[in-house]
């Protein structure tokens, strides 16, 4: 080795290797550690998300219902207002179905209190697969069929089920991704009546 | 009971002797190289044999678990059907995780049990002998796979046949394809462990003489093609099968496939200059070190799940394994290189920056970022997501605006490095030698805006395919013109016909990315509509049946001749829809139709997507001719190792003083 | 001299660069022809991701949010003049950051744009360091006496092969 040793000397070298090694070494290892710390599948959060829509009025779009209906949010204003989308063929949504029907019961009770349910239907649904979909499960409120997708992309809805909260001035107060439950649903909807009844 | 018992018996039973053959047989050549034992030297080939020997039983069993319909197995149970046709029941085997390993397992044995056979006069080399137990030692490693965290002959539960064996996913059951693109990418990821074993052997043994590279180039270039071939295939599948048109997504699978390929690529240009100058031996070391530890990290991307992808398996619990694999190599490696890399480094100097081997750093100083832009976009997401813990995208655009202007240098690189000579070139002598192909650039380039070609980044990439072209052809005509058809052999020439096949790739590439043409039209039966300057008429919109599938075709006359038949799928058992494109295709430009969900057969009514996409042809041959060209290059050309050859010629004495 | 060599010289290359310049001057301003509102939707729907599926691109995508957001994009495209990156943005905003293919060029995502241009120059860099220390540090110059030797080996290499 000692030849490899004097062409170094002669040639005026100092060693550089295992600085660049080091080097190579520090970036490798946060990339590393970036992987070994990620967590692996699709994690997206469900429950309360937040929404760009949050605080502001709720676009005002156009639809028509299964039943031929015209359907306009904003002609909504007055009352407390929770949008669900769905399909009838995901199958979260049909475990959240019954917690649907006993919210708009328990809403009911409240008379003019109450929050009006409204089902958006993201396509392909048929009005025939709704009609089928509700005579099997119950619930009698109105479903708007979203053919164009406007309401998927206008509340920024990429997986049903999610479900909105919209007050009586036509702002979107909530939003809860995922399948929901009657309770926490009236709860959600009972919190925010009290905070728009201090204002 | 008792054949369906043995199927799971047998392969974990092979699966186990074979972990312990590979085990044993590093442990044994190790011992046998420190005690210099020529007695333990011998027994380590009956190890070499006995794991390829539990790879091919293992791989055996699980075909035949498959033929057999063996339901206690789980892995048969997720990818087997009673109703799969046997070409994709065959495939079964890597069509998911569990089955992918073993496949991959099968070939890394055949490669190891290859190289002892080989060099089976030699093992006592220390410098062969280590590079086996590095590929022992890997062997070994996913033998341990597909025993633990990825087994797939653990024992299933009874199976509920309304909800299970539905056959693999149904992307992978439609097309003839999914035979032949798997092996043959993973023949191109498996084979990069030969020369990265030798890499870490001469790095062990200090040898830094030029033995250990020619013991390697020919595997490295039988990798680099099988990989190319592969990725080439994978984007003839995603064309034929995927329904949107496009060959390359820049999806983190294909970028996975993407980066050994580029780091690769750099290895066998630099290589030569190593052999021709001694030099750059620390950079070719790491080459390889990184084409193999960018293997691992690409499985482990597209196998853990961290990074999301449609090609991703579902989750399982083989990341951390995968992930361990990337540090212990990347950690030995970087040890090893800081230990021994100054020792290694060879006294020698680059004369000029304009010279062959100027032009290969500076070829390989851009394949290195290009792999580092592309490992960076892929993972940025994971990053951001570790720092802010929110989601963003890093895709197409990105991926799409990085690498045009780095492939356009490179294209124009393949131009001019073939015309230098090494050591140092003249002004003269390039303008002399570039000239021909200068103007076959331009010729190209006032061609393509005569037939219609229009922006800069298409029009920059024919005029530098052109030239590129011109340049590879220039020196196949003088080497043909020297030695007949012994010029098409050896690395150089085998080289510049692999480059013609890149070049006319990247033309295809550029002109079907900017210059497709497509519409959609819903029509009636009967009725007729044109577009681009082709008519398209609808014959008739037709259900059909196959026992896995229920779904839709239409017949669309183009241009009055023969009717093409796009479709719909819908695999009963998963309900999937599996969109089937019908393409015209001809040299010039392909016509491809794909039908869209909402045609109605009832009414006859159907909803077609047409796309008009100029030279996608070209991409096939071009792939063909790449494939051709690394034989052409594996067979020994003219020796051209001499210090006598012209092309190292001294510098003249006038030069040496003036330096 | 030879005629062939003297074109090659000084007038063969003007001219080339001449032939160049304008193709590609003409190439490049020339209109390409109006985009179908289909090939906008393309391009636009290429450039963002599909918000619930793997790594696909809302043009590849075939589930039913994609669906939404290309109809939305035929929507905009066809009743607005909103820009192309006006719709996108639209959309990004609507459905979250992960849908945004191109990253933004502010904040921490600028990072990867910045890092491969900082590895570029470093490169660059490095290499023109090596190149002039390689420069002024050649070692194994050959003297006359090599130069002897290697025509020697010469001579009697080609007197070998005749």
């Not at chain 3, 074109?7 to 080339?16: A, D, E, F, T, Y």
């Amino acid at each position: 080795m000692s030849d490899v040793e004097a062409v170094e000397v002669a040639s005026g070298r100092r060693p550089v290797a295992p600085f660049i090694a080091l080097a190579v070494a520090l970036v490798l290892g946060s990339l590393f550690w970036v992987l070994a710390t990620s967590k692996s599948g699709p994690t997206d959060t469900l429950g309360l998300v937040d929404s760009p829509l949050i605080g502001k009025p709720a676009p005002a779009v156009r639809g028509t219902t299964a039943d031929g209906a015209t359907f306009e949010l904003s002609r909504r204003k007055g009352s407390w207002v929770v949008v669900n989308f769905f399909n009838s063929r995901c199958v979260p949504c049909k475990a959240e179905h019954p917690a649907l029907v006993a919210f708009e019961q328990q809403q009911t009770t409240l008379g003019a209190d109450g929050a009006e349910l409204y089902a958006i239907d993201q396509p392909p649904d048929s009005p025939a697969e709704i009609m089928a979909f509700f005579a099997e499960r119950g619930g009698n409120w109105p479903v708007v069929l979203d053919d164009d997708g406007l309401f998927n992309v206008a509340f920024g809805v990429a997986q049903v089920p999610e479900t909105f909260i919209i007050d009586p001035d036509g702002i979107v107060r909530m939003r809860w991704a995922g399948a929901i439950d009657s309770v926490t649903l009236a709860l959600l909807v009972q919190q925010q009546r009290d905070i728009y009844g201090l204002q | 009971m008792l054949a369906e018992g043995l199927n799971g018996l047998l392969g974990h039973t092979a699966l186990i002797v074979g972990f312990a053959a590979s085990l044993f047989g590093a442990l044994a050549l190790i011992a046998a190289i420190r005690l210099g034992n020529a007695r333990l030297i011998k027994t380590v080939m009956p190890y070499g044999w006995l794991a390829l020997g539990g790879a091919v039983m293992a791989v055996v069993v699980m075909e035949r678990g498959l033929i057999t319909r063996d339901w206690q197995l789980a892995y048969v149970q997720r990818v087997g059907s009673r109703d799969t046709p046997a070409l994709f029941n065959f495939t079964a085997l890597w069509s998911a995780l569990e089955g992918s390993i073993l496949l991959w397992l099968l070939l890394l044995a055949v490669y190891t049990a290859i190289i002892m056979h080989r060099y089976r006069a030699r093992l006592a080399d220390p410098l062969v002998g280590w590079a086996l137990v590095v590929m022992f030692f890997v062997t070994a490693f996913f033998f341990f796979l597909a025993l633990g965290p990825t087994d797939a002959f653990r024992a299933g539960v009874t199976p509920d046949f309304t909800a299970c064996c539905k056959g693999p996913n149904p992307l992978l059951q439609n097309h003839v394809l999914v035979l032949f693109h798997p092996p043959i990418l993973y023949l191109g990821y498996v084979g990069f462990t030969v020369p990265f074993a030798f890499a870490i052997a001469a790095l062990v043994t200090g040898r830094v003489g030029e033995g250990w590279l020619v013991e390697t180039r020919r595997w490295a270039l039988f990798a680099w093609g099988f990989l190319t071939v592969g990725i080439v295939l994978g984007g003839w599948w995603s064309y034929e099968v995927l329904g949107w048109g496009g060959v390359w997504g820049w999806d983190p699978v294909e970028n996975a496939s993407f980066l050994p390929w580029l780091t690769g690529t750099a290895y066998i240009h630099s290589v030569m200059v190593q052999e021709r100058r001694g030099m750059l031996r620390v950079w070719n070391l790491s080459l390889l070190v990184a084409t193999f530890s960018l293997t691992i990290l690409g499985t482990f991307l597209t196998r853990s799940g961290v990074v999301n992808s449609v090609h991703a398996f579902s989750d399982s619990t083989i990341g951390p394994f995968l992930l361990g694999a990337f540090g212990v190599v990347v950690l030995v490696s970087l040890g090893l290189i800081a230990w021994r890399g100054d020792r290694l480094r060879s006294p020698g100097a680059i004369d000029s920056p304009i010279s062959r081997e100027g032009a290969f750093l500076a070829n390989n100083v851009l394949l290195a970022l290009f792999a580092f832009v592309i490992l960076l976009g892929t993972v940025f997401p994971l990053i951001v997501e570790a720092k802010d813990n929110r989601k963003i995208a890093v895709g197409s655009p990105f991926f799409d605006t990085m690498s045009q202007p780095i492939g356009l240098v490179l294209l124009f690189l393949m131009a001019v490095a073939p015309a230098l000579p090494w050591r140092k070139a003249s002004g003269e002598l390039l303008r002399d030698r570039l000239f021909w192909p200068a103007w076959c650039g331009a010729g190209t380039l006032a061609l393509s805006v005569f037939l219609g070609a229009t922006d800069l980044a298409p029009l920059l990439a024919f005029t530098f395919a052109g030239f590129a072209g011109g340049a590879a052809i220039r020196q196949l005509v003088l080497a043909t013109r020297r030695q007949g058809y012994r010029g098409l052999l050896g690395r150089t020439n085998g080289g510049m016909v692999v480059h013609l096949g890149v070049i006319i790739i990247a033309v295809a590439l550029a002109a079907s990315n900017s210059y497709t043409r497509s519409a959609e039209f819903t029509m009636m039966k009967g009725e007729t509509v044109s577009f681009a300057g082709h008519t398209f008429k609808v014959l008739d919109v037709l259900d059909f049946t196959t026992p896995r599938t229920v779904g839709i075709k239409a017949e669309i006359s183009i241009d009055g001749g023969q009717a093409y038949a796009p479709a719909i799928s819908k695999y009963t058992a998963f309900g999937m829809d599996v969109p089937t494109p019908s393409v015209k295709t001809s040299l010039v430009q392909d016509i491809y139709l794909t039908l869209e969900n909402g045609s109605k057969p009832s009414t006859g009514e159907a909803k077609i997507k047409v796309f008009i996409k100029p030279m996608v042809v070209w991409l096939w041959i071009g792939g063909t001719l790449c494939a051709f060209g690394t034989l052409l290059a594996a067979f020994p050309g003219k020796n051209r190792r001499r210090p006598t050859d012209a092309v190292s010629a001294p510098i003249p004495l006038d030069e040496v003083a003036s330096v | 001299m030879s005629a062939a060599s003297s074109v090659k010289r000084w007038p063969g290359w003007v001219l080339l660069a001449f032939v160049v310049a304008g193709c590609l001057a003409y190439g490049v301003t020339r209109d390409a022809g109006a985009r179908t509102p289909e090939e906008r939707v393309e391009e636009i729907s290429k450039q963002l991701a599909c918000p619930i599926c793997n790594g696909e691109t809302v043009y590849e995508s075939r589930n039913t949010a994609s669906a939404s957001i290309r109809a939305e994009i035929k929507n905009q495209v066809s009743t607005t003049d909103a820009s192309d990156d006006a719709i996108i943005a639209y959309v990004v905003q609507q459905f979250g950051a992960k849908t945004q293919l191109l990253p933004r060029a502010s904040g921490f995502e600028s990072l990867v744009w910045v890092i491969p241009g900082v590895a570029l120059v470093c490169a660059g860099v490095g290499l023109f360091f090596s190149f002039r220390k390689w420069r002024t540090n050649v070692d194994t110059v050959p003297d006359a006496a090599d130069r002897a030797r290697v025509e020697a080996a010469m001579a009697a290499e080609d007197s070998g092969e005749s």
